[in-house]
């Protein structure tokens, strides 16, 4: 089922990935890119568990965009053990204005598509999804 505003399908295995993160904790993280010749939105990679934030910043290309779903791991200040599921949309200065374009008219539609997403994080650079960042918008 395309968006007629910016064509684009999202490919069941993006729904079932994200459930299985959301209920299962199966992945750390899922990086999804836009194929913009079939004009969908598909995993390109996921996380294990044991994987770190570093591992994740790794994955997201230096100058593509792509959209991203993190789940974090933190302590409250009562020292309760709490996670939030982060959608990052990934939109580095270097990446094709085109590719930026895309990707931005078609992430409301497809944060739509996973249904528990707890906050999201617009990063143009490395910096604007740091750790950091993450902690002062879990809370």
Known sequence: M???ASGMAVHDDCKLKFLELKAKRTYRYIVFKIEEKQKQVIVEKVGEPSQSYEDFA???PADECRYAVYDFDFVTEENCQK???FFIAWSP???RVR???IYASSKDRFKRE???IQVELQATDPTEMGLDVFRSRAN
């Open 114 to 116: 996973l249904d528990g």
């Open 83 to 85: 996670s939030r599921i």
């Open 2 to 4: 395309a968006n007629a």
């Open 93 to 95: 200065d270097t990446s």
């Open 99 to 101: 590719s930026k374009m």
């Open 58 to 60: 790794a994955s997201l």
